[in-house]
């Protein structure tokens, strides 16, 4: 069982940049796959980014590619979200997810096992 604390979001300008972390207690955080969703007023739950483990691969939705990275640092059983280049449209309660490191992963809501209770971010136009 692993405890998940967001923190880092705000309001900020269209363009601007933002730096979630979400922080890790009360388990392994190496052994735990990340990933982070957000959720807009009226609309449904959906994946932005996930990372496997400290070398494993990362993975994105389509409408953040280029934009926000994803990584975490197994030290500080920390991992982060860098938003650059923001739209208001990614104005969202984002929540970081937590899910045992196995063969398969999805980037679905239902993969992940561990939820923080998210940060609001708000991009202003």
């Known amino acids: 069982q692993v405890q998940l604390v967001e923190s880092g979001g705000g309001l900020v300008q269209a363009g601007g940049s933002l730096r979630l972390s979400c922080a890790a207690s009360g388990g392994d955080f190496s052994r735990y796959a990340m990933g982070w969703f957000r959720q807009a007023p009226g609309k449904e739950r959906e994946f932005v980014a996930a990372?496997?483990?400290?070398?494993?691969?990362?993975d994105y939705v389509d409408s953040v590619k280029g934009r926000f990275t994803i990584s975490r640092d197994n030290a500080k059983s920390t991992a982060y979200l860098q938003m650059n280049s923001l739209r208001p449209e990614d104005t969202a309660v984002y929540y970081c997810?937590?899910?045992?490191?196995?063969?398969?992963?999805?980037?679905?809501?239902?993969?992940?096992?561990?939820w923080g209770r998210g940060t609001q971010v708000t991009v202003s136009s």
């Open positions: 990372i496997r483990l400290s070398y494993g691969s990362t």
């Open positions: 997810a937590a899910v045992r490191a196995g063969p398969f992963l999805r980037n679905t809501v239902r993969a992940y096992e561990h």
